[in-house]
């Protein structure tokens, strides 16, 4: 499944949820597809992060250092 196909059925079981409710197979599917959405927006931004750097006043390019969450 792709991303597109994620996000489609998010939006189909939230509009559903509105509307008359979810079951409870339908709510662990919901849960499932979220978690499957926000680690992949993590995923992205961590190698977005890995790949920049920071310009120095002086002209030199320092990269980020990945810091491990306390």
Known sequence: MN????????NALAKKAKAEGLTSAE?????????IYIDSV???LIG????????E???TKKKLEHKEPK
Do not use: W
């Not at 991303?3 to 998010?10: D, S």
């Not at 709510?27 to 978690?35: F, V």
């Open 3 to 10: 991303m597109n196909e994620v996000i489609a059925r998010i």
């Open 27 to 35: 709510l662990a599917e919901r849960d499932k597809l979220r978690r």
């Open 42 to 44: 993590k995923a992205n």
């Open 48 to 55: 977005q992060l890995e790949n920049t750097y920071i310009l």
């Open 57 to 59: 006043p002086d002209g």
